[in-house]
């Protein structure tokens, strides 16, 4: 027998409660855990009682898409609406004094500028947007397009009012206020002009023949804090789509604990104004632009004001991390005695997808040298392979041989943008060449693109400590203190510099208590 979900009201079979999950995630991307059927259960009772619909007619038909107002009612009950107007105003930063003024040229004499907000809720964002965009286009002959989207048609009704609590405007600067509100009735409500450049309309995301897709592509597009409740499956489809619907060059934006590591690589990673931000591929001259992205300003580290590199002093060298992955390195390979083992890879032999299993062996005990042969004697045909290019730096970057790893992780990078070791080891290299700068903002990325990595953190706390700032020292520390502790094996065998988890915790708590914090 079933196990059963009961309320006071009605009760819904495990299997019901699982048809429904599994619909939700289908017709609105949504993913529940484990933890929230409880929730999902009441959320279907209540829409069974409401549609006055037996569970299977109601099922059935949500399976079957044909009930396009029950997705609408249920994203009222599903989906979170929080937001707020200038939400994360490091990206309204980067959009102002970075990302529009590229685009204006980009245009050149075609005078329009086009952005979306997708899942924009209430407003607040596309109306941000639209205040941004006039303030950096004075010029009446600029149309500026903005459009909002979300599946909630409710929350849209909202939106198109354009009144908001004082709460909504909790982070908006006073002369933002002062200039595009007006108070009314315990409300502010938004200027005429700045409503009506706004366009609402209401799109399933999950829908991929809804008209949004159909359209121009944009400038600009901010989807954020949406695909963090979507499933990985539907994440990844709303990311194409995205990227289909963005003009060569154009940006998108995510919310800050959102990543496209995994989702896509059609974009490559900016970083600007202390934030992440992405653009697609085949920006003219984006290969370059890559290069000359700002250096890292971060955790009060000093940089100098022409913004080039932060660099080490030669006695502070011998005291980095990655001269302390070099004697370990150097002092394993002095301890190996083991017979070199055959090259495993020769074309006609191996499939691509090339036989790691023996690499990893060989760094697994510690034979740096042999793992190193042995990738180089992989035929030339696996030089695209992404695995091979990180193992391939990894053992360089061991090996001391940075310059070549660079290049390895650049090649990576080339790959894929959005490889958080690569830029974990070029943040290593970067230290090598005491560019503390540049081996910051490759520490943020790492730890940005991938929030479970500890290495990064670790680099971030010892780079931090070592330039004065305790507290930012002790924040990193605590966090890789956290996420080495769970950290995956193969994880720590490959960036881990020749160090176990525990040798690995052991220094985190260590520097963490030179600078003050508890162990
Ligand atoms: C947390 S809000 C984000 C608001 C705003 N983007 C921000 O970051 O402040 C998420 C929004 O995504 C919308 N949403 C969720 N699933 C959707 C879907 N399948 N199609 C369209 N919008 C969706 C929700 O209705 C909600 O308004």
Redesign the pocket.
């Known amino acids: 027998m079933l196990a059963q979900v009961r309320t006071p009201m009605v009760e819904a079979s495990t299997d019901a409660i699982e048809r429904f999950r599994a619909a939700v995630a289908g017709?609105?991307?949504?993913q529940f855990e484990e933890a929230k059927l409880g929730f999902l259960a009441g959320v279907l009772q209540r829409r069974l009682q409401i549609t006055g619909q037996p569970v299977e007619r109601y099922l059935s038909r949500l399976e079957s898409e044909q009930d396009q107002d029950e997705?609408g009612a249920l994203?009222?009950e599903?989906?979170?609406?929080?937001?707020?107007f200038f939400?994360?105003a490091d990206h309204y930063r980067a959009l102002t004094e970075h990302v529009l003024p590229e685009r204006l040229a980009a245009h050149g004499a075609a005078r329009v500028l086009r952005i979306l907000?997708?899942?924009?809720?209430?407003g607040?964002?596309p109306y941000s947007l639209a205040i941004m965009a006039r303030t950096v286009i004075q010029d009446p002959a600029w149309p500026v397009s903005i459009l909002g989207?979300?599946?909630?048609p409710v929350?849209l009704d909202k939106a198109r009012r354009g009144r908001y609590s004082e709460w909504a405007l909790r982070e908006t600067p006073a002369d933002v206020r002062h200039r595009w509100f007006r108070a009314e009735g315990g409300h502010l409500v938004l200027d005429d002009a700045l409503r009506e450049a706004v366009r609402f309309e209401?799109?399933?995301?999950?829908?991929e023949h809804a008209r949004v897709w159909q359209l121009d592509p944009f400038d600009v597009i901010?989807?954020?804090?949406?695909l963090?409740?979507?499933t990985p499956a539907?994440a990844h489809a709303?990311v194409g789509r995205t990227a289909r619907l963005l003009q060569t060059g154009g940006y998108l934006f995510l919310?800050h604990a959102e990543t496209l590591r995994g989702l896509s690589t059609a974009f490559h990673l900016r970083h600007t104004h202390g934030t992440f931000y992405y653009q697609r591929k085949d920006a003219p001259g984006s290969a370059a632009q890559r290069e000359q992205a700002p250096p890292a300003r971060a955790h009060g580290l000093p940089l100098p004001a022409d913004g080039g590199g932060f660099r080490l002093r030669p006695e502070e060298l011998a005291d980095t991390w990655i001269a302390t992955i070099g004697r370990a390195a150097a002092r394993v390979a002095a301890l190996a005695e083991a017979p070199r083992p055959r090259p495993i890879a020769r074309a006609g032999q191996q499939k691509p997808g090339w036989e790691l299993g023996l690499v990893l062996e060989l760094l697994r005990k510690e034979r740096f040298a042999d793992a190193l042969a042995m990738v180089e004697a992989l035929p030339p045909e696996s030089g695209g392979d992404p695995d091979v290019l990180l193992l391939h730096a990894v053992l360089l970057t061991h090996g001391g041989q940075l310059a070549r790893a660079e290049e390895v992780c650049q090649r990576l990078l080339d790959v894929d943008d959005l490889n958080a070791g690569a830029h974990y080891l070029l943040a290593l290299c970067r230290e090598g060449s005491s560019d503390v700068s540049r081996a910051l903002h490759h520490d943020q990325a790492a730890a940005y693109l991938d929030p479970g990595f500890a290495m990064p953190r670790l680099h971030l706390g010892l780079l931090s400590r070592r330039a004065g700032d305790r507290a930012a020292a002790r924040q990193e520390l605590g966090q890789a203190l956290v996420l080495l502790q769970r950290e995956e094996a193969s994880r720590i065998l490959l960036f881990g510099g020749g160090f176990g988890r525990e040798a690995l915790v052991a220094l985190c708590r260590a520097e963490l208590v030179a600078c003050g914090g508890m162990p």
């Not at 017709?27 to 949504?30: C, D, E």
């Not at 989207?149 to 909630?152: E, G, H, K, Q, Y």
């Not at 901010?222 to 949406?226: A, D, P, Q, T």
């Open positions: 017709g609105l991307g949504l997705v994203a009222q599903l989906t979170v609406g929080e937001t707020y939400r994360n907000s997708l899942g924009c809720a209430s607040e964002e989207v979300d599946v909630n929350i209401r799109h399933n995301l999950v829908d901010f989807c954020r804090n949406v963090m409740y979507f539907q709303l919310g």
